[in-house]
């Protein structure tokens, strides 16, 4: 594709910045903060400022995605003048998840001191609480990958029948009665 957006300013969309660029016409880097440098290594953010074919949009944010059957552009706000941008792309890339969105979860499910989900209760996914299971990058220590969470979150079905065939009664005989 000739137009990339990515939104996220960590490493891991600095990363596909600077892989995205060798091949796409223009870059483009969403990110709501004021620049790069508050999550983005000193390394990445020096050479997304040297490429010009990447544009940083700073103070902003995606607010529409536009297509029928699949992407043909996004709608970008510039969240401090108002001002609304339309990106003619097939491509955009989410890469947003090195801050775990935990807050809402209950008291009771653990998390450890970055807000990730301790897992390994009764099996290697299942959270604190019977019934409840984390996968991918939101399970504590994991390896924080695309191929890692799918393969994880295949794995966790098996333990999921599991919990749930203890949860049936043992058996479910049926009598028959007959009304007088």
């Known amino acids: 594709t000739d137009v990339v957006v990515i939104v996220g300013g960590g490493n891991s969309a600095g990363q596909a910045a600077m892989f995205l660029s060798r091949s796409a016409g223009s870059t483009y880097v969403v990110v709501r903060a004021d620049g790069l440098s508050a999550m983005m290594s000193s390394y990445l953010t020096q050479r997304i400022d040297a490429d010009p074919d990447v544009t940083l949009l700073t103070h ?70 019977p019934g409840v299971f984390a996968v991918g990058d939101i399970r504590s220590g994991s390896i924080k990958r695309v191929a890692s969470a799918v393969g994880e979150g295949s794995v966790v079905v098996s333990a999921i029948h599991d919990y749930l065939d203890a949860l049936a009664p043992a058996s479910a005989t049926v009598t028959p009665t007959t009304a007088d």
């Open 60 to 129: 902003s944010e995606v607010v529409e995605l536009h297509g029928t059957d699949r992407l043909d552009a996004v709608t970008i706000r510039n969240n401090q003048t108002g001002e609304a941008t339309r990106i003619d792309t097939g491509a955009l890339f989410i890469m947003i998840g090195a801050v775990p969105n935990t807050d809402w979860l209950p008291d009771d499910i653990d998390v450890d001191d970055r807000g990730f989900v301790v897992t390994g209760a009764s099996s290697p996914f299942a959270a604190s609480v």
